[in-house]
Nanobody, 120 residues
Framework: QVQLVESGGGLVQVGGSLRLSCAAS?????????MGWFRQGPGKDREFVTY????????YYADSVKGRFTISRDKGKNTVYLQMNSLKAEDTAVYYC????????????WGQGTQVTVSS
């Protein structure tokens, strides 16, 4: 079982930056799970944003965030980070941390979500 706890959401203006963190409580070999982020905007379905392999060697991004968002992983701290730059109003959403071998289609474990609001 993996518990995921996000932090770092908030209100930012268009063009600004935020960094999200996701701390995983690893109890078994679940530390080898790929980890990533999804988001759900107002009135929209949840969508894939990005994920990173367990060793941090490979990363994948949705086209809508390529070049603006960067995912990274600190294996020693069991923590994944999402650096979000050049934020747009359409990035407004609840961001969910996720872990599991089924990424990016879905995830085995989810965080509770953190709100990101980009104001114009």
């Amino acid at each position: 079982q993996v518990q995921l706890v996000e932090s770092g959401g908030g209100l930012v203006q268009v063009g600004g930056s935020l960094r999200l963190s996701c701390a995983a409580s690893v109890r078994t070999t679940s530390g080898y799970y790929p980890m990533g982020w999804f988001r759900q905007g107002p009135g929209k379905d949840r969508e894939f944003v990005t994920y990173i392999t367990w060793d941090g060697g490979s990363t994948y991004y949705a086209d809508s965030v390529k070049g603006r968002f960067t995912i990274s992983r600190d294996k020693g701290k069991n923590t994944v980070y999402l650096q979000m730059n050049s934020l747009k109003a359409e990035d407004t959403a609840v961001y969910y941390c996720a872990a599991g071998f089924s990424l990016p289609r879905s995830a085995n474990f989810w965080g509770q979500g953190t709100q990101v609001t980009v104001s114009s």
